[in-house]
């Protein structure tokens, strides 16, 4: 029998660029591209205050994780919270391949029973009674 090398750590992404995910390289690029657009559209003060708020924006969207899911699935979460109705109301959908199975074992059960026939009762009479009666107490002695 051979043996197998099993892969661990499967859930951990794979470091592309140094200490850096793919994922997190991606939004510091975009963080990285909204910001060469804001510095040719702005002036120096108002970079700055604009560079500080994205910097911390994808920041926190490439390296927060809260509860162990990325932020951009915590936010989607938060989103999908506030837009749905909070009361599920429940739907019977019919499942036609569990009706049919459950038509048919109703039909097998009907055939079964009709197939059946009851067997007259036996009457036993008082002598065969007694008869038992005395090969019981026999026995017991």
Sequence with gaps: MGLFNVPQFIDIEDKIVGPLTAKQLGWIAAGGVILLVCWTMLDTSALILVAIAVGF?????????????PLIMFIFSVFNFFTKPKMYVWKRVPDMKKAARLDQSRK???????????????EISGQRIEDISKLLDTRKQ
């Design 57 to 69: 924006v994808f920041g926190m969207l490439a390296f927060y994780r809260p509860n162990g899911q």
């Design 108 to 122: 097998n059960a009907a055939k079964k029973e009709a197939e059946t026939t009851v067997a007259p009762k036996k």
